[in-house]
């Protein structure tokens, strides 16, 4: 069995009472004392910490750097102006997924932000198609620490430990700069649905930053927070996880991900699958279901129609936002159409759920 990390802050999250579990190879915090739901709606309405740091980072340098990303994913990075982030994806030849990705463009080269379980496949797979290029790829995962300040009271509490003016600062840019005297590449992104900031600066710092950063919100009622509510958060914006709504067994037009792809920017790994599958449309759909009687809908629980199983549950729960049963389907067409009535089998019993629209929460990126 091999062993599970700790990031620099795991006696941090032990002293704050938080109850660890093991995610993507690591030990983090699920949740705190004050409990999942007190976080989620800390983060909806002041603002939430996160220890993200199992996430990896990668850095692209090089004279071909940006031909070799216009190759190795779907958006055109040619338009990304210095200082932009973009969300974007790679593939398999077959237009299946490998991850999603995070892209930022820096002044001498790009940040590229990867999931935790897939940091090695990722590199593998980035630096195999880098043969022909003039660019090296370097994994900055273990010297680079990650944290999320996500929410609407998230730009107060960042204001307090830095210079840099964060009015200024766009969704989806970045910026360099020193927080609490710590240099910093700070962005304007998130996985929450609400607005707020990643934060990258060296792993050593990771203990400082982080109290700081609570002691600087103790007043505007962040919290620190873990996994459940980072799950119920994202979910409740419908932005995909892999492992869950996205892997190499579905495809970007079924997983609502083809605005992603630049058609028309020249060629790219799985392009043809992909475009293929656009024009013929997908096998599958994923959607979002309201449940109509009640039940959880959890990961993997089937979907059916007309006693037929023809789907399954990627990610359910009980939205605290909204107080609804919820879940995110693969279905066939035609049954991914608004309002088309399914069920969901809880625990072998089939539960009436319908075809809702998504998102379930609409992201408020700026207050």
Known sequence: MTELKRTALYERHIARGGRMVPFAGYELPVQYPTGPMVEHEAVRSAAGLFDIDHMGQFRLVGRDAEVFLQYVQPRDVSRMKVWDAEYSFLCYEDGTFVDDIFIYRLPDSWWIVVNAANREKDLFWLDTHMASFDCDLIDESDTTYMLALQGPRAQTVLQKLTDYDLGQMAFHTAAQAQVAGIETLIGATGYTGEYGYELFFPAEK??????????????????????????????????????????????????????????????????????????????????????????????????????????WVTTGMKSPTLDKFLALAYVPAPYHRLDTELEVLIRGKPRKAKVVKRPFYMPVYRR
């Open 206 to 311: 990771a203990a400082a930053m982080w109290e700081l950063l609570l002691e600087a919100g103790a007043d505007q009622g962040l919290l620190p927070c873990g996994l459940a509510a980072r799950d119920s958060l994202r979910f409740e914006a419908c932005l995909p996880l892999y492992g869950h709504e996205i892997s190499a067994e579905v495809e970007p037009v079924g997983a609502r991900l083809s605005w992603v792809c630049d058609w028309d920017k020249g060629p790219w790994l799985g392009r043809e699958a992909v475009l293929k599958t656009k024009l013929e449309g997908p096998q599958r759909w994923l959607v979002g279901l309201e449940m109509v009687e009640r039940g959880v809908p959890r990961e993997h629980y089937p979907v059916a129609a007309n006693g037929q199983t023809i789907g």
